[in-house]
């Protein structure tokens, strides 16, 4: 347990003597390093000097009052769990005070048993969050923008507008096909950004149906309608502090473009069937691969919300537009599945280079990522050949615009199954045959029309 390696801080405010020593005493005597302060200057005092882990707080004091320092608290150190100390008579303010931002509230006499409890709990909130915050930085380390590969003038490009866009608040729309980059990019904008510490929210726009999609993003009150069977948090409300990333927004509904639209104006939103709007401060980042000016012509996207999320445009090209970046991206998923799979491919060949440089990728760098991965985990090699690969000569069986027809799909899956049976028979003909089923004059007509070749018998050829 943390406290016993490091006393956890707590501040006791209150004008009672009797109560703040004796409580301070209990307090020590569990093993606590307390604080005492008899009214609310010191209390605010104290908190500017250093931060307390839990601030229990008397809301009747001389000076300034327990709501005051509360939100002195609330404003410089937000991590503090506030617990107020209530007589007979100041329960409204008590309620009050949670509006504000306490965690809790106890009556007076206070029970010491039930205090102790609460604080315990309350320690132990705090422990859970610096270790999400923890988490969350390194992951915030792993989506670091160093991990986004390209070196291509429009990469630069890219690279100098989330720089320069992720420390303000500015919302941010990417756009770019399917495996392109876009979330990549978004949680990219988050590390950086100053509220990198909090969440990083994200939302698919498609996957969620109309009716859930705005309780989702706004959340709802119990009973607002009929499987409302308890009060829900919004998506807008988790993210407070971070980021919401709102993927595939060129899906979104109408109906709900409306409500986003005042949430992203008035910075706060209406939970489904509430009276009173709540505060959201975050960072909105939206995605599409739909073309949004073509959406909005055909009255399907509000131009308004549009130019609201557009205040900083990011567009991810097409992997075929920037086919220098292929050999980086290739050796940087080598090295990546290497690691990750603890194997030890050391690159592919020229011509498995020359056939992905010069390849399609409908998929863009997802699809490149997926071939590498799976070349690696069933080579036999070490350097990725054209049979790994499981693409015949030079984007034969690729799958072209309109050309992905199934007899080129069915030959490029027989020409995998054909080559990794002869590698795992090292290329023993009648041991391939029969494990594949067919004669061996069928296994050499399949090898010849395929295109396939003995790496190793060529690799002896060719060596010194
Ligand atoms: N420039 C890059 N460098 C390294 N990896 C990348 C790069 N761009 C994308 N990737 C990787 O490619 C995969 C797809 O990226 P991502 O999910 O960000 O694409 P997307 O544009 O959101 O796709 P979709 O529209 O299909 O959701 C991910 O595994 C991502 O890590
Ligand atoms: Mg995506």
Same mark, same amino acid.
């Given at each position: 347990?943390?406290?016993?390696?490091?006393?956890?801080?707590?501040?006791?405010?209150?004008?009672?003597?009797?109560?703040?020593?004796?409580?301070?005493? @209990?307090?020590?005597?569990?093993?606590?390093?307390?604080?005492? @302060?008899?009214?609310?200057?010191?209390?605010?005092?104290?908190?500017?000097?250093?931060?307390?882990?839990?601030?229990?707080?008397?809301?009747?004091?001389?000076?300034?009052?327990?709501?005051?320092?509360?939100? +002195?608290?609330?404003?410089?150190?937000?991590?503090?769990?506030?617990?107020?100390?209530?007589?007979?008579?100041?329960?409204?303010?008590?309620?009050?005070?949670?509006?504000?931002?306490?965690?809790?509230?106890?009556?007076? &006499?206070?029970?010491?048993?039930?205090?102790?409890?609460?604080?315990?709990? $309350?320690?132990?909130?705090?422990?859970?969050?610096?270790?999400?915050?923890?988490?969350? #930085?390194?992951?915030?380390?792993?989506?670091?923008?160093?991990?986004?590969?390209?070196?291509?003038?429009?990469?630069?490009? @890219?690279?100098?507008?989330?720089?320069?866009?992720?420390?303000?608040?500015?919302? !941010?729309?990417?756009?770019?096909?399917?495996?392109?980059?876009?979330?990549? /990019?978004?949680?990219? *904008?988050?590390?950086?950004?100053?509220?990198?510490?909090?969440?990083?929210?994200?939302?698919? =726009?498609?996957?969620?149906?109309?009716?859930?999609?705005?309780?989702?993003?706004?959340?709802?009150?119990?009973?607002?309608?009929?499987?409302?069977?308890?009060?829900?948090?919004?998506?807008?409300?988790?993210?407070?502090?971070?980021?919401?990333?709102?993927? +595939? *927004?060129? $899906?979104? &509904?109408?109906? =709900?473009?409306?409500?986003?639209?005042?949430?992203? #104006?008035?910075?706060?939103?209406? &939970?489904?069937?509430?009276?009173?709007?709540?505060? /959201?401060?975050?960072?909105?980042?939206?995605?599409?691969?739909?073309?949004?000016?073509?959406?909005?012509?055909?009255?399907?996207?509000?131009?308004?919300?549009?130019?609201?999320?557009?205040?900083?445009?990011?567009?991810?090209?097409?992997?075929? %537009?920037?086919?220098?970046?292929?050999?980086?991206?290739?050796?940087?998923?080598?090295?990546?599945?290497?690691?990750?799979?603890?194997? $030890?491919?050391?690159?592919?060949?020229?011509?498995?280079?020359?056939?992905?440089?010069?390849? #399609?990728?409908?998929?863009?760098?997802?699809?490149?990522?997926? !071939? *590498?991965?799976?070349?690696?985990?069933?080579? %036999?090699?070490?350097?990725?050949?054209?049979?790994?690969?499981?693409?015949?000569?030079?984007?034969?069986?690729?799958?072209?615009?309109?050309?992905?027809?199934?007899?080129?799909?069915?030959?490029?899956?027989?020409?995998?199954?054909?080559?990794?049976?002869?590698?795992?028979?090292?290329?023993?003909?009648?041991?391939?045959?029969?494990?594949?089923?067919?004669? /061996?004059?069928?296994?050499?007509?399949? *090898?010849?029309?395929?295109?396939? @070749?003995?790496?190793?018998?060529?690799?002896?050829?060719?060596? &010194?």
């Amino acid at each position: 347990m943390v406290m016993a390696e490091q006393k956890s801080e707590i501040l006791v405010a209150d004008d009672e003597a009797t109560f703040r020593e004796t409580f301070t005493k @209990v307090l020590e005597e569990e093993g606590f390093a307390v604080t005492p @302060v008899c009214d609310g200057r010191e209390a605010t005092e104290a908190i500017l000097k250093q931060p307390y882990a839990v601030a229990i707080l008397d809301i009747q004091m001389p000076g300034s009052d327990g709501i005051s320092v509360l939100r +002195e608290i609330t404003a410089v150190r937000p991590q503090t769990r506030v617990i107020m100390v209530t007589a007979y008579g100041t329960v409204e303010m008590a309620v009050e005070a949670i509006k504000l931002g306490a965690c809790d509230y106890v009556m007076k &006499p206070v029970n010491f048993d039930e205090m102790l409890t609460k604080i315990r709990q $309350h320690l132990r909130f705090v422990e859970l969050e610096a270790e999400n915050r923890k988490l969350r #930085e390194e992951l915030n380390e792993r989506f670091d923008i160093s991990h986004i590969i390209g070196a291509t003038q429009v990469m630069k490009q @890219v690279f100098e507008t989330i720089r320069k866009v992720a420390p303000t608040r500015s919302s !941010v729309l990417i756009t770019g096909d399917s495996g392109t980059g876009k979330e990549l /990019v978004a949680r990219a *904008i988050h590390a950086l950004s100053a509220t990198s510490s909090g969440r990083f929210i994200p939302i698919n =726009c498609s996957a969620i149906p109309e009716t859930l999609l705005e309780s989702e993003l706004f959340g709802h009150k119990r009973g607002s309608f009929t499987s409302a069977f308890e009060d829900k948090k919004g998506l807008f409300e988790t993210a407070r502090g971070g980021t919401l990333f709102l993927d +595939e *927004i060129g $899906h979104m &509904p109408m109906g =709900c473009q409306v409500k986003l639209l005042r949430a992203v #104006e008035q910075r706060q939103v209406l &939970p489904v069937g509430a009276t009173t709007p709540i505060e /959201v401060n975050l960072r909105l980042i939206a995605a599409t691969n739909r073309d949004l000016a073509k959406e909005i012509q055909e009255g399907r996207f509000r131009e308004d919300l549009f130019y609201r999320l557009n205040v900083v445009g990011i567009h991810l090209p097409l992997l075929r %537009e920037r086919r220098e970046d292929i050999p980086l991206l290739v050796r940087h998923f080598v090295k990546k599945c290497n690691a990750e799979m603890g194997k $030890h491919c050391t690159g592919v060949s020229d011509d498995v280079m020359q056939m992905l440089v010069d390849h #399609e990728w409908r998929g863009n760098i997802r699809e490149l990522q997926n !071939v *590498i991965e799976r070349a690696i985990i069933f080579a %036999e090699g070490e350097t990725l050949e054209l049979e790994d690969i499981g693409f015949t000569r030079a984007g034969e069986a690729a799958p072209r615009p309109g050309q992905e027809d199934l007899q080129s799909l069915v030959k490029a899956y027989e020409k995998e199954q054909v080559c990794r049976a002869l590698n795992q028979h090292d290329w023993d003909k009648t041991e391939t045959a029969r494990a594949l089923g067919i004669g /061996v004059s069928s296994l050499y007509r399949k *090898i010849d029309e395929l295109g396939i @070749v003995n790496r190793r018998e060529r690799a002896r050829k060719n060596g &010194p």
